[in-house]
């Protein structure tokens, strides 16, 4: 009787509060913590998609993230995508992406990110996928990467910033 009380209490709870879809836990590797592992969904026929983290280099060494593999995709790869005189380029990191000691990089749209290429097939909202990341000094880590919408900005975009769980929209610019 009390453990089907407590499971209906625990399901009002998520009702009550809308709980967010738990992220992927972070993983530790050498003095690297690697948190916030998402990717986008991608539409049906893609041959490519992208994915985000951030590494926090917790040790006195700077360390280097040089790609790594899964079995989604034919190739990983570490990309920069920068604006130059208004042009928007996207290139390969052939060398790896830095991870200076004692510094946290952060892998996000419009900037340093995974490229996955020659998708298996598509990558789909709520799903979650793993990918071995290699790191020229702490070797590889398999993490895993959850999948939001299409145009998902990021995990920390789908959080309440009041703490009580519900999510909050300004309407005040609004014209009604």
């Not at 009380?5 to 009550?16: D, G, P, Q, R, S």
């Not at 990309?79 to 790896?96: K, P």
């Not at 790191?135 to 910033?161: I, S, W």
């Amino acid at each position: 009787m009390q453990v089907r009380i407590l499971i209906a209490f625990a399901m009002l709870l998520a009702v009550a509060f809308q709980i967010v879809p738990a992220q992927a836990d972070d993983v530790k590797i050498g003095d690297l913590v690697i948190s916030q592992a998402w990717s986008r969904a991608t539409p049906r026929g893609a041959k490519v998609a992208s994915g985000y983290l951030t590494i926090e280099n917790k040790g006195a060494a700077p360390d280097m993230l040089l790609g790594g593999s899964t079995d989604l995709a034919g190739k990983l790869d570490v990309h920069e995508m920068a604006t130059v005189n208004g042009v928007m380029t996207m290139r390969a990191l052939d060398g790896g992406l830095a991870l200076p000691a004692g510094q946290t990089v952060k892998l996000a749209p419009g900037g340093y990110h995974l490229m996955l290429t020659d998708l298996k097939h598509p990558l789909k909202q709520g799903d979650s996928v793993s990918m071995t990341l290699a790191f020229q000094k702490a070797g590889k880590v398999t993490v895993t990467f959850n999948v939001l919408g299409v145009g998902a900005p990021g995990p920390d975009a789908a959080k309440p910033t009041d703490g009580s769980g519900k999510m909050e929209m300004d309407h005040s610019k609004m014209k009604m």
